[in-house]
């Protein structure tokens, strides 16, 4: 038998050879995780808020977010010291971070929405701030009590996996900034030490180097995370709603949403009583679809399958129970099971003149608090595909 002879290789366009198109590797192939922790203050808590120095975010390649430790130290207390129900992330009155045009892109957020921020929004494996382990609150009438320390995320990027969210930060004239308030001792304590407490702030910063465009073999890989240019906002809307029926139409903002967290006080500011007054029956429609009907105790549920919340109730040093008064919707388990594991196609297209209604009937009375935190994405160009790599 004759043997046959090997095919060919295709010839384009003037008889040259083919060449075969090889895709660059993801961008955190050609790059490095970067860390810097330079910022840290101090105060002492008092009747009043104080506003501190800025921090603005030291150039490097691309800015993924920031985590900020506070630590208060209380010495000589002979008070019954407890916390308020918000304690003791209520200690950060607000948190704003501000792009280079000086546009907020993050609240300003209270430390306790920012603390929603962290437990529902798919950033982290452990996402609830008080199951770290370096999460302490003191009470009572110990020399230390009222003494606290926590973490809590700012976040930029969504997905470690390709950077996504990881903004350029390159110009030293034109910084990112992070702006924190401290709030005063009634707002962080029912019951206050003795003496106000120290409270030390510090931050740190991470990011990622620019990109070598190769990998450690030389192989080509991409220069910049995927959709780079789109950005993630994080911003809250407040209603006031009366108890009784209510159909209420939120405010109009474009984007892709990944993460809404609704939070019911009374006319007093309890959580408690929020969640005590929560419609038996809550329904959403997205321009006269309703996409959501449901009752507490599934939504619970619901939330309890996601993010592995227990049947504790909400206290000062208990972690993993749902805080009083809030309920989350997401959309970020499009790639696996738990909230975080996104390839971002479920966001939901928001556009200004999308009609998002809320409806449901309060129990209780009087005056009522809804708050929502609204977590969305930009994509450059407008173009979802940005944030899909090119899907």
């Given at each position: 038998?004759?043997?046959?002879?090997?095919?060919?290789?295709?010839?384009?366009?003037?008889?040259?050879?083919?060449?075969?198109?090889?895709?660059?590797?993801?961008?955190?192939?050609?790059?490095?995780?970067?860390?810097?922790?330079?910022?840290?203050?101090?105060?002492?808590?008092?009747?009043?808020?104080?506003?501190?120095?800025?921090?603005?975010?030291?150039?490097?390649?691309?800015?993924?977010?920031?985590?900020?430790?506070?630590?208060?130290?209380?010495?000589?207390?002979?008070?019954?010291?407890?916390?308020?129900?918000?304690?003791?992330?209520?200690?950060?009155?607000?948190?704003?971070?501000?792009?280079?045009?000086?546009?907020?892109?993050?609240?300003?957020?209270?430390?306790?929405?920012?603390?929603?921020?962290?437990?529902?929004?798919?950033?982290?494996?452990?996402?609830?701030?008080?199951?770290?382990?370096?999460?302490?609150?003191?009470?009572?009438?110990?020399?230390?009590?009222?003494?606290?320390?926590?973490?809590?995320?700012?976040?930029?990027?969504v997905r470690r996996r390709d950077g996504l969210g990881s903004l350029p930060n390159r110009n030293a004239s034109a910084t990112f900034k992070l702006k924190l308030t401290i709030n005063t001792s009634a707002q962080v304590y029912s019951t206050a030490p003795t003496a106000a407490p120290s409270v030390n702030v510090q931050i740190q910063q991470h990011g990622w180097s620019t990109s070598d465009n190769r990998d450690y073999k030389g192989n080509a890989a991409s220069p910049t995370p995927n959709g780079v240019g789109s950005?993630?906002?994080?911003?809250?809307?407040?209603?006031?709603?009366?108890?009784?029926?209510?159909?209420?139409?939120?405010?109009?903002?474009?984007?892709?949403?990944?993460?809404?967290?609704?939070?019911?006080?009374?006319?007093?500011?309890?959580?408690?009583?929020?969640?005590a007054d929560w419609p038996t029956l809550w329904e959403m429609e997205i321009d006269k679809v309703k996409v959501f009907s449901r009752s507490p105790v599934t939504w619970e549920h619901l939330m309890s399958e996601d993010y592995g919340l227990s049947n504790a109730a909400e206290a000062t040093a208990t972690a993993n129970a749902k805080p009083d008064g809030v309920y989350a919707l997401h959309w970020l388990d499009d790639f696996g099971l738990q909230p975080g594991a996104e390839n971002g196609f479920r966001y939901q297209a928001v556009t200004p003149s999308t009609a998002i209604q809320l409806i449901g009937t309060i129990g209780g009375t009087g005056a009522h608090t809804l708050s929502i935190l609204k977590n969305y994405f930009s994509p450059v160009n407008d173009d979802p595909r940005q944030l899909t790599g090119g899907r």
């Amino acid at each position: 038998m004759t043997a046959m002879a090997p095919e060919a290789p295709a010839k384009g366009k003037g008889g040259k050879q083919a060449q075969q198109v090889v895709a660059a590797r993801p961008f955190v192939t050609g790059t490095r995780t970067l860390e810097s922790e330079t910022y840290s203050t101090t105060v002492t808590l008092s009747s009043s808020t104080q506003t501190l120095t800025p921090y603005e975010f030291q150039v490097d390649g691309y800015l993924s977010g920031a985590l900020v430790r506070v630590t208060g130290t209380t010495a000589g207390n002979a008070a019954s010291t407890a916390f308020q129900a918000d304690g003791p992330f209520s200690v950060l009155q607000s948190v704003t971070v501000e792009d280079i045009g000086g546009k907020q892109i993050l609240g300003p957020l209270s430390g306790q929405q920012l603390y929603y921020l962290n437990r529902f929004g798919g950033f982290v494996y452990n996402a609830d701030p008080k199951a770290s382990g370096i999460y302490t609150v003191t009470t009572g009438t110990g020399a230390t009590g009222g003494s606290f320390r926590f973490i809590l995320r700012v976040p930029i990027q969504v997905r470690r996996r390709d950077g996504l969210g990881s903004l350029p930060n390159r110009n030293a004239s034109a910084t990112f900034k992070l702006k924190l308030t401290i709030n005063t001792s009634a707002q962080v304590y029912s019951t206050a030490p003795t003496a106000a407490p120290s409270v030390n702030v510090q931050i740190q910063q991470h990011g990622w180097s620019t990109s070598d465009n190769r990998d450690y073999k030389g192989n080509a890989a991409s220069p910049t995370p995927n959709g780079v240019g789109s950005l993630l906002y994080t911003d809250v809307e407040t209603i006031q709603l009366s108890s009784g029926s209510f159909n209420q139409r939120m405010s109009t903002f474009g984007g892709l949403l990944r993460l809404l967290v609704f939070e019911l006080r009374d006319s007093n500011g309890s959580r408690a009583q929020g969640e005590a007054d929560w419609p038996t029956l809550w329904e959403m429609e997205i321009d006269k679809v309703k996409v959501f009907s449901r009752s507490p105790v599934t939504w619970e549920h619901l939330m309890s399958e996601d993010y592995g919340l227990s049947n504790a109730a909400e206290a000062t040093a208990t972690a993993n129970a749902k805080p009083d008064g809030v309920y989350a919707l997401h959309w970020l388990d499009d790639f696996g099971l738990q909230p975080g594991a996104e390839n971002g196609f479920r966001y939901q297209a928001v556009t200004p003149s999308t009609a998002i209604q809320l409806i449901g009937t309060i129990g209780g009375t009087g005056a009522h608090t809804l708050s929502i935190l609204k977590n969305y994405f930009s994509p450059v160009n407008d173009d979802p595909r940005q944030l899909t790599g090119g899907r």
